[in-house]
């Protein structure tokens, strides 16, 4: 078991709009490798942001920093043993390239949850569009603030047109497949 452990030491970097269902994917992913044993843990970027990265805004340089943060904390998990997996917007391409420089190409994988804006802007489930749109949050990915999705993805999930269930469920095929 130890060099399945090993070799499957990754982090999936799940990166997609707000309300796009990178969380969800990445609890029901965590669940099912948990469930073949497997050392994992999830960075949520919400949680991130209310923890060790709450002194950071929303401009340009902190949403690099952010990520720059993640990246290296998920580095030291990956040395660790466990399985990573980041549910972050990461809006720009420049920040998830250096997000897998820093954990490193082997073991990084990007995943983009594809979702149509319109699609989790009608699901707005912290209420955060209509906030944006009425001007409340400036910065807003999607809204105010641009959004790049990846040119080459590992993979791509889009939860508009199939459960999130089943989009867990093909990640981890994936995953079993590395």
């Not at 969800?24 to 044993?37: K, T, V």
């Not at 990573?84 to 809006?91: C, F, H, T």
């Amino acid at each position: 078991m130890a060099d399945k452990q090993e070799k499957k030491a990754v982090t999936v970097w799940l990166t997609g709009l707000s309300g796009a269902g990178k969380t969800s994917i990445a609890h029901a992913l965590a669940a099912m490798l948990e469930q073949d044993g497997q050392a994992v843990t999830v960075l949520d970027g919400d949680l991130l942001r209310d923890g060790l990265n709450r002194d950071l805004g929303f401009t340009p340089q902190d949403r690099h920093e952010n990520i720059r943060r993640t990246a290296e904390v998920a580095r030291l998990m990956n040395g660790a043993g466990l399985v990573v997996i980041a549910a972050l917007i990461s809006p720009n391409r420049e920040g998830r390239a250096m997000a897998g420089a820093i954990i490193g190409a082997a073991q990084f994988i990007e995943v983009h949850v594809s979702t149509r804006l319109e699609v989790c802007e009608a699901r707005d489930p912290k209420g955060l569009y209509a906030r944006a749109r009425a001007g409340q949050l400036p910065q807003f990915t999607g809204v105010s603030a641009p959004y790049e999705a990846p040119l080459s993805p590992a993979l791509a999930l889009d939860t508009g047109s199939q459960p999130l269930a089943a989009s867990a469920e093909q990640l981890y095929r994936y995953w079993l497949a590395l």
